[in-house]
């Protein structure tokens, strides 16, 4: 595989001493995903990258690339979500906009931390917001709540698996070594671990073209791209209960990205 510059501007260090302060703050308050973004950013360095790389290497990535297509404003229109048929992954979508009042332009706002990657004109933001945008799309794909501590951490770990960047990793291992804690079993650290095993088992969903995604029957695209069910996510869930599954975000109607 090809190996494609760095981001220009970037000195391709981490920025260890701003990921353990945001992830500090993360820890104290899930709901403050303003830090989530803080820690992407210092700590994923490389990763856009390697990850353009990988998308232009795949038999779709080299158009999807060039139609550069920007997601949230599709994902935010009313009348685009509305249309998808029953079954579908964009129904399922549609649903999960419906029941967390949810919305692909409050992810983006949420995201404008500096250095912002909003409108930026450079392929390797574009890539970054294609992720950022899909997120919730993976949240329907995996089945991981996107309103509850032990979805998110877990979807972290799967993402982590899908498109290194250690900004994942530090969010996933921290809410599972603090669960241990918390709950007092290791229900909650093994869902995370199953997260990241599932993510590896996965196909690169990245490499998707998401608006003929959209239209694919939810359950042919999961075994389509081998996502497996997340057996340990839902006993814990099961046996945890909404109060600890959720012990880092406190309850209310619209919570984008809880950790």
């Known amino acids: 595989m090809a190996k494609l510059p760095p981001f220009p501007g970037t000195s391709g260090r981490r920025d260890w001493r701003t990921a353990l302060d945001a992830i500090g703050k993360l820890m104290a308050n899930g709901d403050d995903t303003t830090q989530v973004f803080r820690i992407m950013r210092a700590l994923n360095v490389g ?8 998308l232009l290497a795949t038999e779709q990535g080299g158009r999807i690339a060039y139609d550069r297509v920007e997601l949230a404003p599709r994902f935010s229109d009313p009348a685009y979500v509305a249309r998808f048929a029953p079954g579908t992954v964009g129904a ?3 649903d999960f906009l419906a029941e967390t009042g949810y919305s692909a332009d409050g992810l983006v706002e949420v995201s404008k931390v500096a250095p912002s990657l909003d409108g930026m004109p450079h392929p390797y933001a574009w890539l970054g917001r294609r992720v950022r ?3 919730d799309i993976w949240h329907v794909l995996t089945g991981y709540k996107a309103d509850e501590s032990l979805g998110e951490a877990s979807l972290a770990a799967f993402s982590f698996a899908q498109v290194g960047g250690l900004g994942w990793a530090l969010i996933a291992s921290a809410a ?3 669960s241990v804690r918390v709950t007092g079993t290791a229900l909650f650290a093994k869902a995370v671990w199953e997260g990241y095993r599932n993510g590896r088992h996965a196909r690169w969903i990245s490499g998707e073209d998401y608006l003929q995604l959209l239209d694919e029957p939810i359950d042919v695209a999961r075994a389509r791209l081998g996502i497996r069910e997340p057996v340990a996510y839902l006993r814990a869930q099961r046996e945890l209960g909404a109060e600890l599954a959720s012990y880092l975000s406190a309850p209310k109607a619209v919570k984008p990205l809880p950790i």
């Open 176 to 178: 599972a070594a603090k």
């Open 92 to 94: 399922a979508y549609r």
């Open 133 to 135: 945008d899909c997120h």
């Open 47 to 54: 990763n856009a990258a390697r990850n353009y790389a990988r």
